[in-house]
């Protein structure tokens, strides 16, 4: 074998915005649909800005029929006179990374574009991009192929294409489909980002349109009542206990919104936001929040005698039960972990948050004491159901032995290292013991279920924890589980870096599927956000022609595409189920790393995650016949 020479021509420096195109995953989180629809979200979040700053009041989102999207605000304009680099500003903005009127604080005091990479970075992944900038009574024009400039500029400045006594910027862009999975838009994730941001910016009117079907789509969002009507629209299904609460202050320049209600519901749910951006993992405004809540509340416990000297406080779980909540905050100098702002990491937020809520919601209280005794009947039932669930769970869960169980259940791996491990969920004796057989035995583990699982959605506590399978995956998984009352869940204890759901590619495995995700995402949500869920992709054919290499195809569409490339006949296979595999199919197909196709489950939206996850699993029928009926063509998982 030749040596590789590494010497200084091995050395590689990527030029201007080669970077985002070699590693989009670091800019925008991945290239499925979640990493697309970023796209989108980073030119708006940009005009949202130029609305926080005072100058723009409507954003127009608009999805063409060719696949591109349009956005365009009424703010300021896009500075267009010569920078300090010899170009036009507008032309710094698009091609260089780190660079806008995020770092002047003169300019914007807060901003969610704090990087400065988002409109060079949705440049740089885009087949093409076109900008127009109105101001200073005209209108400027620019654009962009595969994020390098195609206009050559007289003197370094923007041609000037008409006149306007308005102001604002309109970007259009086509997403590259050397970079993405998919480029087309996914509306219903859209709208709902565009509802959210309106809900956050009382005053601002956010106009969208879908042009790719017979008839334009066009919504409107504008939300006067601001987080009121938020959490309002969130619990519109709900029996809902008292009226929203709302409040809000400033402390140590950082600005904090919340609104919150209780209903009649065993879970909680609790939004946060930076800057008008979700923060899907939370974050230490998050926590500022939960722990002020949690003190002030076993506070007035004892103060009412609900709470004896003998008795221990309220967990946080307990006063959050039935909680629904949204913490907006507005942050100078936010700082993220990551580009894609799914975390906030600023301790001065838990602070500031901390601060207003105890302020704020001891002021509303003492002026609502029956709402504040209906919110402490909320804690003091949680904190009975959990203290018999504890004494149940004690029962039912009781520890098997991590190997090969008499049942033969789980077929643990070797290695204890959860980093290196990953456990396969299979459905049926049949293709659990071909999985056994065809395994790799240092590192994946194979857990065979019987058939469909309960659905959490409609089952009481104590027959989710008394049903056998689940409490076999519990077991195994080795981190326990969270409830709306509790909370045993401790994601360092997961033993198994990927945990992959093995159904058959047909209508019975893809309910089994759903059914596991049900629990994962009600139970153990920890585990889809954090990245370690992922649904096994068995193909369903086997193509094997009289001349050449046998080849297996995954779907419908990798078929017809081998229909129209191959020559010559070629006797074709189909998988009913994966029972039909002999072990060493299996694992060339569906076990081995080198080879599988694995679909990693993300969840971008947790409100609507939530929602769908309610609506598809369960007992209100029509909905769900509307909602498949409607997305049966488009549906996907994330990868």
């Not at 035995?441 to 689940?470: F, H, T, W």
Request: hydrophobic share 35%; proline share 3%.
């Amino acid at each position: 074998m030749a040596k590789e020479t590494y010497n200084e021509s091995s050395i590689k420096v990527l030029e201007g915005l080669e970077a985002v195109r070699m590693r989009p995953g670091m800019y925008i989180g991945s290239t499925s649909t979640k990493g697309l629809n970023h796209l989108i979200y980073e030119i708006v979040d940009n005009s949202v800005d130029e609305h926080l700053a005072g100058y723009c009041d409507e954003i127009k989102v608009t999805l063409n029929k060719d696949g591109s999207a349009t956005v365009e605000d009424n703010g300021r304009g896009i500075p267009v006179g010569m920078h300090a680099k010899g170009m036009s500003a507008e032309r710094v903005v698009f091609t260089t990374l780190h660079a806008g009127g995020k770092f002047d604080n003169a300019s914007y005091k807060t901003s969610g574009g704090l990087h400065g990479v988002g409109s060079s970075v949705v440049n740089a992944l885009s087949t093409w991009l076109d900008v127009e900038v109105s101001r200073d009574g005209n209108i400027y024009h620019d654009r962009y192929e595969q994020g390098k400039p195609v206009i050559e500029l007289e003197k370094g400045l923007l041609p000037i294409i008409g006149k306007s006594k308005k102001t604002g910027t309109k970007i259009s862009f086509v997403p590259d489909p050397e970079i993405f999975e998919h480029t087309r838009f996914k509306e219903d994730d859209i709208k709902s980002r565009l509802h959210e941001t309106a809900y956050l910016n009382p005053e601002l009117k956010i106009i969208y349109t879908d042009l790719r079907g017979d008839e334009p789509d066009t919504e409107t969002f504008h939300e006067p009542d601001g987080l009121v009507g938020f959490v309002n629209d969130i619990d519109k299904t709900s029996e809902k206990l008292h009226d929203t609460v709302y409040f809000s202050g400033i402390s140590d320049d950082i600005k904090v919104e919340v609104a919150f209600q209780f209903c009649n519901e065993f879970h909680e749910n609790i939004l946060g936001f930076c800057n008008n951006i979700y923060n899907a993992e939370g974050g230490t405004h998050i926590t500022g929040f939960k722990t002020a809540f949690t003190q002030v509340m076993n506070s007035y416990a004892r103060e009412l005698g609900i709470l004896k000297d003998k008795d221990q406080n309220f967990t946080g779980a307990d006063v959050r039960n039935g909680m629904t909540a949204v913490i907006s905050i507005k942050h100078r100098d936010p700082r993220f972990e990551g580009q894609t702002k799914t975390k906030l990491d600023n301790q001065d937020a838990a602070k500031a948050v901390n601060k207003v809520t105890t302020d704020e919601i001891q002021l509303y209280f003492d002026r609502n004491i029956d709402t504040l005794k209906t919110v402490l009947s909320c804690a003091e039932k949680a904190a009975k159901i959990r203290k018999s669930e504890e004494k149940a769970k004690t029962n039912l869960l009781t520890k098997q032995k991590f190997s090969f169980d008499s049942n033969g259940k789980l077929a643990n791996c070797e290695s204890r290292d959860p980093s290196k491990c990953e456990i396969f969920i299979v459905e049926g004796d049949s293709a659990g013991g071909s999985a056994k057989t065809a395994r790799n035995r240092m590192y994946q583990a194979i857990l065979p279920i019987r058939g469909k699982i309960l659905n959490v959605e409609k089952a009481s506590m104590d027959k989710i924890l008394q049903n056998l399978e689940i409490k076999t995956m519990i077991n195994s998984f080795g981190c326990g589980f969270s409830e709306g009352y509790g909370n045993d869940f401790d994601i360092t204890k997961l033993r198994y870096d990927k945990i992959i759901i093995m159904a058959d590619a047909d209508v019975d495995g893809a309910h089994i599927s759903t059914l596991l995700l049900t629990l994962f995402y009600r139970f153990m949500p920890e585990l889809i956000y954090e990245g370690h869920v992922y649904i096994a992709m068995p193909p369903l054919y086997k193509a094997m022609p009289k001349n050449g290499k046998e080849e297996y195809l995954y779907d419908d569409e990798a078929l017809e595409k081998y229909r129209k490339r191959h020559k010559g006949p070629f006797t074709l296979q189909r998988y009913k189920g994966l029972g039909e595999m002999d072990p060493e199919q299996l694992w060339e197909t569906t076990l081995d790393p080198e080879r599988r196709k694995l679909k990693q489950v993300e969840i971008e939206d947790g409100r609507m995650a939530s929602d769908v996850t309610e609506m598809l699993m369960g007992n209100d029928v029509p909905p769900r016949k509307q909602f498949i009926y409607d997305n049966a063509r488009t549906a996907e998982l994330d990868v």
